[in-house]
């Protein structure tokens, strides 16, 4: 005995909704739907000609951009009449039906037909078809409107922060963490789509310049410890690693970011982790057209970024990288003015929000390499801003376990 399925549905007769399963098969992923499925509705082909007319009509005045083409009819005999089995191809664009004045986006869930706003029908699809996982802002701050959290949080109570002696004596001497644009960060390549002149109808607002201050949730992270200790001179050739109470290091950048404010200005403030992508899908990301089977095709993930382009996209831009670095398991954060034409890209000077660092730091770490005088200099720092944090030599590269096994 058949059974509705994602991709399959029974229909008594025409008085039944059919126009809200059919927008859901089109907004999903195609589907057949079967006419007179509980005993035939249409007792001879005068009757199947007939109905098919009356379900086009019907779907032509209910269904937001109806496409004919994407419909195809048959008629099948059972009992003393007829069945319609209705098949439905996937549509490349939404539609919707007014339900009490409301648009309506159906979609497809196992064997029921589920009803979206635009904009969570629009993520579904972006997931669905192109693997894409939209990120979405939700405020964090109580209503204020100044602090969002982008997607979810990671596991984990603590961040950390790498950075240079130089810089780390720095912080600790001004209580202050440096917010800096994404070109001036030491992967270059992240910066293509920030400076990226996006044509046609896009608001300023959609793609402002922004400040960012990068983390991870990743302790003994290699990548940072080489980042801040190799082919450099000086204080700036030994790391630093802050392990950070994540929930008042949250709490610190908010209100400080709160208080920032000039003439021109007031900054709200982001927080998400980064996507890592495989390289090729972000070099083609900007490609109208790429190249497949020796031909040029539309490139999904071209109209799924830019045909509709809006802020939201742009931050889930600003927190995309390459998988090669994908061990670094990056959190953001990010200063976005609210007035985006008080700046320019490329123009915005850095900023420095005030941190109690003795508030937020659990533990300190620096590479074993540092001689005692640059401990030394660390460690009397830290007892300066009355920091109740213990000094570490560390070594990413000294394996605790047994170097050599037998197998």
Same mark, same amino acid.
């Not at 057949?32 to 249409?42: C, E, I, Q, R, S």
């Given at each position: 005995?058949?059974?509705?399925?994602?991709?399959?549905?029974?229909?008594?007769?025409?008085?039944?909704?059919?126009?809200? $399963?059919?927008?859901?098969?089109?907004?999903?992923?195609?589907?057949?739907?079967?006419?007179?499925?509980?005993?035939?509705?249409?007792?001879?082909?005068?009757?199947?000609?007939?109905?098919?007319?009356?379900?086009?009509? @019907?779907?032509?005045?209910?269904? $937001?951009?109806?496409?004919?083409?994407?419909?195809?009819?048959?008629?099948?005999?059972?009992?003393?009449?007829?069945?319609?089995?209705?098949?439905?191809? =996937?549509?490349?664009?939404?539609?919707?039906?007014?339900?009490?004045?409301?648009?309506?986006?159906?979609?497809?869930?196992?064997?029921?037909? *589920?009803?979206?706003?635009?904009?969570?029908?629009?993520?579904?699809?972006?997931?669905?078809?192109?693997?894409?996982?939209?990120?979405?802002?939700?405020?964090?701050?109580?209503?204020?409107?100044?602090?969002?959290?982008?997607?979810?949080?990671?596991?984990?109570?603590?961040?950390?922060?790498?950075?240079?002696?130089?810089?780390?004596?720095?912080?600790?001497?001004?209580?202050?963490?440096?917010?800096?644009?994404?070109?001036?960060?030491?992967?270059?390549?992240?910066?293509?789509?920030?400076?990226?002149?996006?044509?046609?109808?896009?608001?300023?607002?959609?793609?402002?310049?922004?400040?960012?201050?990068?983390?991870?949730?990743?302790? !003994?992270?290699?990548?940072?410890?080489?980042?801040?200790?190799?082919?450099?001179?000086?204080?700036?050739?030994?790391?630093?690693?802050?392990?950070?109470?994540?929930?008042?290091?949250?709490?610190? &950048?908010?209100?400080?970011?709160?208080?920032?404010?000039?003439?021109?200005?007031?900054?709200?403030?982001?927080?998400?982790?980064? =996507?890592?992508? !495989?390289?090729?899908?972000? !070099?083609?990301?900007?490609?109208?057209?790429? @190249?497949?089977?020796?031909?040029? *095709?539309?490139?999904?993930?071209?109209?799924?970024?830019?045909?509709?382009?809006?802020?939201?996209?742009?931050?889930?831009?600003? &927190?995309?990288?390459?998988?090669?670095?994908?061990?670094?398991?990056?959190?953001?954060?990010?200063?976005?003015?609210?007035?985006?034409?008080?700046?320019?890209?490329?123009?915005?000077?850095? *900023? !420095?929000?005030?941190?109690?660092?003795?508030?937020?730091? &659990?533990?300190?770490?620096?590479?074993?390499?540092?001689?005692?005088?640059?401990?030394?200099?660390?460690?009397?720092?830290?007892?300066?801003?009355?920091?109740?944090?213990?000094? *570490?030599?560390?070594?990413?590269?000294?394996?605790?376990?047994?170097?050599?096994?037998?197998?």
């Amino acid at each position: 005995m058949f059974r509705e399925t994602k991709t399959f549905e029974f229909k008594k007769n025409f008085t039944d909704n059919i126009s809200i $399963s059919i927008a859901a098969f089109l907004n999903t992923n195609g589907g057949t739907l079967v006419m007179g499925a509980y005993g035939p509705d249409f007792k001879n082909a005068d009757d199947v000609t007939n109905g098919i007319k009356r379900i086009l009509k @019907r779907l032509s005045n209910d269904i $937001s951009d109806f496409q004919y083409s994407l419909i195809s009819f048959s008629s099948f005999p059972m009992g003393n009449g007829f069945i319609i089995i209705i098949d439905v191809d =996937e549509s490349e664009q939404l539609h919707s039906i007014a339900i009490h004045g409301t648009d309506k986006y159906f979609y497809r869930q196992s064997d029921r037909n *589920i009803g979206q706003n635009k904009d969570d029908a629009e993520r579904r699809k972006l997931n669905e078809k192109y693997g894409i996982k939209l990120l979405r802002p939700t405020p964090i701050d109580g209503g204020l409107g100044l602090y969002y959290k982008i997607g979810g949080y990671p596991s984990g109570s603590y961040y950390y922060k790498y950075m240079s002696l130089e810089t780390a004596l720095l912080c600790l001497e001004n209580n202050n963490l440096r917010f800096a644009e994404p070109t001036s960060w030491p992967d270059k390549y992240e910066g293509r789509f920030y400076k990226a002149e996006i044509k046609g109808s896009v608001s300023s607002s959609n793609n402002p310049p922004l400040l960012g201050c990068c983390f991870t949730y990743r302790q !003994d992270n290699e990548a940072a410890w080489k980042l801040y200790s190799y082919n450099k001179g000086g204080l700036n050739s030994i790391c630093v690693e802050f392990k950070l109470d994540r929930n008042k290091l949250r709490e610190q &950048l908010f209100n400080s970011v709160s208080s920032i404010a000039n003439s021109h200005n007031i900054f709200n403030l982001y927080e998400g982790c980064v =996507e890592y992508w !495989d390289q090729q899908r972000i !070099d083609n990301l900007d490609k109208k057209n790429v @190249r497949k089977n020796h031909k040029r *095709i539309p490139n999904e993930f071209y109209k799924a970024f830019f045909n509709d382009f809006t802020f939201e996209k742009y931050l889930n831009l600003m &927190l995309l990288k390459r998988n090669a670095f994908l061990h670094e398991q990056e959190v953001r954060f990010l200063l976005v003015p609210k007035n985006d034409k008080a700046f320019t890209k490329t123009k915005i000077d850095p *900023i !420095d929000p005030k941190i109690n660092w003795a508030d937020i730091i &659990l533990e300190v770490r620096i590479d074993a390499r540092s001689s005692e005088y640059e401990q030394k200099i660390l460690e009397q720092k830290l007892r300066a801003i009355k920091s109740p944090a213990s000094l *570490i030599p560390f070594d990413v590269y000294n394996i605790k376990r047994k170097t050599r096994i037998k197998i």
